[in-house]
């Protein structure tokens, strides 16, 4: 199947998901959640895919983040409703998904695009990589697990310390807090990905499918349901409001 958004190409048992908008640093809009939802849905019910590689299109950018402009006017209960539907649509389907999925982290994987990395089982990073959680600068909280899937890598200190900053951590500084598996070279960030990947998929796949599960069993659900509404309320707050009007309009908020 085609999509307007992604790149899809098989190779052997793995499946390249490539997020195609390079002209806006790969964020993610409404049709792409939509087309990577059809793309991850696809990828685990054919037998032939054994896992999957995810990345972003170009050098610059895994996942810049949200289109903020989408939702810059939406309520507490749009933003809700925003998190709710992306945490089902694509971010759950991909952390429990039955296959393996890797993000190879091309560039800035920032807000719900670290959130994607997040979500996949591994995550690999080009040594140019620049990581991050920037929602307070917006009057928000991360809203798509990050606060969750953070939280379980590097432990409450270092996630708070990145999320209530906001600010960018590099490739090397991503791999010593246990945010990345792997720190590569961007010429062998594929390479990489695709090597680990074919050493999986030469295992059982029934116990591969088994060992994600009896790995996501230990982690609660009611965290992210505390996210969810949090994320929800921040919307009706005059914080939010200066937050992104300061993006789109490409000044400094003044909270």
Do not use: W
């Not at 098989?10 to 997020?19: L, M, S």
């Not at 925003?82 to 971010?91: I, N, R, S």
């Not at 600068?137 to 990050?146: A, D, R, T, W």
């Amino acid at each position: 199947m085609a999509y307007q958004n992604l790149v899809i190409r098989d190779e052997g048992p793995i499946r390249h998901i490539v997020i195609n908008r390079e002209d806006k640093l790969n964020a993610l809009n409404k049709p792409t959640l939509a087309a990577l939802h059809d793309a991850i849905s696809d990828a685990m019910a054919t037998d032939s895919v054994r896992g999957i590689i995810l990345t972003g299109a170009g050098e610059k950018a895994f996942v810049a983040g949200a289109d903020i402009a989408e939702f810059a006017a939406f309520d507490a209960q749009q933003g809700r409703e925003l998190a709710q539907e992306g945490h089902t649509a694509v971010f759950d389907r991909i952390h429990h998904a039955n296959k393996p999925v890797i993000a190879a982290i091309n560039g800035y994987a920032l807000g719900g695009g670290l959130e994607l990395a997040l979500a996949c089982h591994i995550r690999i990073a080009a040594t140019h990589a620049k990581l991050g959680l920037p929602e307070v600068s917006l009057g928000l909280i991360p809203g798509y697990g990050g606060t969750q899937r953070l939280t379980q890598l590097v432990g409450r200190g270092k996630a708070l310390e990145i999320i209530l900053t906001g600010d960018m951590i590099s490739a090397a500084e991503a791999l010593e807090y246990g945010v990345v598996n792997h720190v590569v070279e961007p010429a062998d960030l594929i390479p990489k990905a695709t090597s680990l990947l074919l050493r999986i998929a030469s295992r059982s796949p029934n116990a591969v499918a088994a060992a994600i599960r009896a790995v996501n069993a230990g982690l609660t659900q009611q965290g992210f349901e505390t996210e969810i509404r949090e994320f929800g309320q921040c919307f009706g707050t005059p914080d939010f409001k200066e937050g992104v009007s300061a993006f789109l309009e490409k000044r400094k908020p003044n909270f």
